[in-house]
């Protein structure tokens, strides 16, 4: 059982920047796959940004060019930068790991993912 404790949200005006961080149990290298979801009030959970085990990453079309994932492998640390900020980016962010393989394509469906942590709150204001 992998435990993930994300941290890092807060309360940002627009064009600020956060950067979240999720401490996994278990070592980061052993997951095939970890991401970041996020979800509004009203709306599905969405994929944001995700990177295997090669430092292969992908991500939303909504965030290209502003978050960035990446991971400390001796710290087992997943982290999301998170840059010029909007208020359509104000949801619940969630860290997630997967241990079994997947095509690419599917980097970003929440269902995919077999672990997941409880959450960090970002809201953006205007």
């Known amino acids: 059982q992998v435990q993930l404790v994300e941290s890092g949200g807060g309360s940002v005006q627009a064009g600020g920047s956060l950067r979240l961080s999720c401490a996994t149990s278990d070592y980061t290298y052993n997951n095939y796959y970890m991401g970041w979801f996020r979800q509004a009030p009203g709306k599905e959970r969405e994929g944001v940004a995700a990177i295997d085990s090669n430092g292969s990453t992908k991500y939303a079309d909504s965030v290209k060019g502003r978050f960035t994932i990446s991971q400390d492998n001796a710290k087992n640390t997943l982290y999301l930068q998170m840059n010029s900020l909007k208020p359509e980016d104000t949801a619940m962010y969630y860290c997630?790991?997967?241990?079994?393989?997947?095509?690419?394509?599917?980097?970003?469906?929440?269902?995919?993912?077999?672990?997941w942590g409880q959450g960090t709150q970002v809201t953006v204001s205007s």
């Open positions: 997630a790991a997967a241990r079994v393989f997947f095509d690419r394509w599917y980097m970003l469906v929440p269902g995919r993912y077999n672990y």
